[in-house]
């Protein structure tokens, strides 16, 4: 099982990035999968998830109207599009995999990918 993050990087206050998760290993169709985000010296915190059919997204309050999640079955990808992105979103990016419905606790999934970094200068 393998899920791949990438796509994290240095940008300005106000600029975009789009994250893409790769994932292997597993069956697909079955697996919500959500983007969890861990700021410098604080805990990991929910960001973004959507469920295995693609039918129900849903995002926390500080990156909601800003961020969006969104997969393609065919590649076994998940992408977060992250638009006006503001110094608070900086931080290790992971995406997780969880069988079934999706959850806002990160101890509740299956499969977790290694991180990527993002950082917004201000």
């Known amino acids: 099982v393998q899920l791949q993050a990438s796509g994290g990087g240095l940008v300005q206050s106000g600029g975009s990035l789009t994250l893409s998760c790769a994932a292997s290993g597993f069956t697909w169709d079955n697996y919500a999968i959500s983007w969890f985000r861990q700021p410098p010296g604080k805990e990991r915190e929910f960001v973004a998830t959507?469920?295995?059919?693609?039918?129900?997204?849903h995002y926390a309050d500080s990156v909601k109207g800003r961020f969006t999640i969104s997969r393609d079955d065919a590649k076994h990808t998940v992408y977060l599009q992250m638009n006006s992105l503001k110094p608070e979103d900086t931080a290790v990016y992971y995406c997780a995999a969880k069988g079934g419905w999706y959850s806002l606790n990160g101890d509740d999934y299956d499969y977790w990918g290694q991180g990527t970094q993002v950082t917004v200068s201000s």
């Open positions: 959507i469920t295995w059919a693609g039918e129900i997204a």
